[in-house]
């Protein structure tokens, strides 16, 4: 059964940095790719990023330049650094695996039913 568990979240202020972690388990993370997702109170969840299994990333317009995803296969984990962060990002963030064709990722979910619980971040002075 494919797993996620999300770590990372915190409170910080605005401007402020953190790092989320992602791991997998229960199938071969190198085959993949997977995206990270927020979800704020009342609203819809949206795709943040995503890295496909050779390593290409994307990004939603809103976090270019502020967030990166990266992947550690030995340690089968997906990082999502998050930089200058704003009050409006305050979310529960997830990952999972993403839609992949020819080395590109597409931040939309492979599959619905291993969503985890997320990580709660909060972005306040």
């Known amino acids: 059964q494919w797993q996620f568990v999300e770590s990372g979240g915190n409170l910080v202020q605005p401007g402020g940095s953190l790092r989320l972690s992602c791991a997998a388990s229960g199938f071969s993370l190198d085959s993949y790719a997977i995206g990270w997702f927020r979800q704020a109170p009342g609203k819809v969840r949206e795709g943040v990023s995503c890295?496909?299994?050779?390593?290409?990333?994307y990004y939603a317009d809103s976090v270019k330049g502020r967030f990166t995803t990266s992947r550690d296969s030995a340690k089968s984990t997906v990082y999502l650094h998050l930089d200058n962060l704003k009050p409006e990002e305050s979310a529960v963030y997830f990952c999972t695996a993403t839609q992949q064709l020819g080395g590109l990722c597409a931040i939309r979910e492979l599959r619905t039913d291993s969503w985890g619980q997320g990580t709660q971040v909060t972005v306040s002075s």
């Open positions: 890295i496909s299994s050779s390593h290409n990333t």
